[in-house]
């Protein structure tokens, strides 16, 4: 039903496509496949450039590709923002993964975009390049509820850290993908917008808790998205929706702006990172988005190295298939092996081991989160002004209160922790690179979400190292599969150019979700 979807200034082209999807659609298609497009896009648009492909194709491109394009004048940025509402529009009213969308302030700063490159041609790195950003983040001008009820009107005034460097490198934000309350679930459901579904199975959860993130990139209805991940939210939903994500180092990127932000129970292991169909994306948002942050003294001034410049070749991989508790599920197995084999054939050393301690990642992260018996989370709910919970977040609540009990000194949880990244160190001297699944299986339904065995994503938050996740293929249910690559401590050009060389290899990202899916039956 409509009034699931909560959109802001949401009128003229975009309402029509709601409307009527399927008549709408085709006329855009044989609009754009015609070239005729520009003349109905915009009064005062200039002929454009010839692409090499159609120009319907064009929001399934990179954000690296898209972003040439503006800058060669090929295409424009008011073009392209209303190529993706019309996406957003398409697919949203099934998909529920974005929940915000700001039609009026998009097309704005596209049409500035598209001036200020013809004034003087001085431009940001994703100059007019439309983007969505997670709803935990706030952003300025728009609807920033981060999935719980006391703030389902709540509007910024200033924009978190990294939305500002997105700003500031030129990006047009088209609006906020949905988020677990306080990011808090591996499925992304909340009181406010309901539940984001998987767009290869819409009787699955995407993940969480940058389920939106992922569901929307994986369907071409955003160029990319910034997700943070607390225990695998970044990567579980990359995994389940078949698209690529990047946890940078811990200390890498400032959480200043976030609902779980530089203090409070999740500091330590809460990340912000790129998410993105495409591996090249990946880099070039984290190069400016990293750095100091004088509201995050843990974020520092460390270089970030260029990872087309690296040599594969010398680097030494580990890597594992299940833990020590856990079986990963076969397919999760042949995506792995396939990466192996691929890295083998590029002339790469590769060792099956398994770094100490993986198995005991889920209790050390609960037990960290429980230390205040979830104190930290209830008073984050009443400043915000949260009455009424989700039952996960209740749940959740309710397990932190029952497992702080079983803390007698907190001080040892700390210690584990520390004495884990020691060992987990030690291992890395043998090694540059581990590759092992995102977590035990594909995407389930959502009941099923909370027994998925995610110690494969939460150790590394423990260790606070650089994991990206690449689609690596799909399971015989056609759902997509990951594959985790995992480096040392401030290492990000070594995991991203070991995540780029598998996709290119494995294939990535492809347009092979079940697009009747998102088709609307005209009545």
């Not at 085709?26 to 520009?38: C, D, K, Q």
């Not at 008011?78 to 529920?96: C, D, F, S, T």
């Not at 001008?141 to 005034?157: E, H, L, M, N, V």
């Not at 990319?224 to 389940?240: E, N, Q, V």
Request: hydrophobic content about 40%; overall charge positive.
């Amino acid at each position: 039903m409509l009034d699931h979807f909560i959109f802001a200034e949401y009128s003229g082209f975009v309402s029509a496509v709601f409307m009527n999807a399927v008549s709408r659609r085709s006329f855009i298609a044989t609009m754009l496949s015609t070239g005729i497009a520009p003349s109905i896009i915009g009064a005062d648009a200039k002929p454009q450039k010839e692409l090499p492909w159609k120009r319907e194709e064009i929001i399934y491109r990179s954000a690296t590709t898209i972003a040439s394009l503006i800058r060669s004048k090929s295409i424009s940025s008011e073009e392209l923002v209303r190529a993706y509402l019309a996406r957003i529009a398409e697919v949203n009213p099934k998909l529920n993964a974005v929940c915000q969308v700001d039609e009026k302030g998009a097309l704005a700063a596209a049409r500035e975009a598209d001036a200020a490159l013809a004034r003087d041609g001085s431009v940001g790195k994703l100059h007019g390049v439309p983007i969505t950003i997670k709803d935990s983040f706030d952003t300025k001008g728009i609807i920033s509820a981060a999935g719980t009820q006391g703030r389902r009107k709540f509007i910024p005034d200033k924009d978190a850290t990294v939305v500002a460097r997105l700003r500031a490198a030129g990006a047009i934000i088209l609006g906020k993908t949905n988020t677990p309350e306080l990011t808090l679930s591996y499925d992304t459901d909340n009181l406010v917008y309901g539940r984001t579904h998987n767009p290869y199975d819409l009787s699955r959860t995407a993940g969480g808790s940058s389920g939106g993130s992922a569901a929307i990139l994986a369907v071409g209805g955003s160029a990319l998205d910034i997700g943070s991940d607390t225990a695998g939210s970044i990567r579980i939903p990359a995994h389940f929706c078949g698209v690529a994500g990047l946890k940078p180092t811990f200390g890498r990127v400032s959480r200043v702006g976030h609902i779980l932000g530089p203090t409070g129970a999740a500091s330590s292991h809460t990340h912000v990172g790129p998410m993105s169909r495409f591996a090249e994306d990946l880099h070039l948002v984290l190069s400016f988005i990293c750095g100091p942050d004088p509201e995050d003294p843990e974020v520092l001034a460390a270089s970030l190295e260029d990872s087309n410049q690296t040599d594969v070749t010398k680097l030494r991989v580990g890597y594992f298939i299940d833990t020590a508790k856990t079986k990963a599920h076969p397919e999760m197995a042949l995506a792995v092996r396939a990466a192996i084999k691929v890295l083998n054939a590029a002339g790469l050393k590769c060792d099956q081991a398994r770094p100490p301690g993986v198995e005991t990642a889920p209790q050390l992260h609960a037990a960290l989160n429980a230390q205040d018996g979830g104190k930290y989370y209830r008073k984050l709910l009443e400043q915000c002004g949260t009455t009424q919970l989700h039952p996960q977040t209740a749940d959740l609540l309710k397990e932190l209160e029952k497992k702080a009990a079983s803390i007698s000194r907190p001080a040892d949880v700390v210690a584990q922790i520390e004495k884990l990244r020691e060992s987990a160190l030690n291992f890395m001297r043998e090694f540059e690179i581990i590759i092992c699944p995102p977590c035990s299986n594909s995407a389930p339904t959502p009941q099923f979400s909370a027994f998925v065995d995610y110690s494969y994503s939460s150790y590394f938050n423990l260790l606070g190292w650089p994991a990206a996740v690449v689609r690596g293929g799909r399971t015989a249910s056609a759902l997509p599969k990951g594959v985790q690559v995992i480096g040392r401590p401030w290492k990000e050009h070594e995991v991203l150019a070991i995540t780029k060389l598998l996709e290119k290899e494995l294939g990535g990202w492809k347009k092979d979700f079940r697009a009747e899916n998102f088709v609307k039956p005209q009545i």
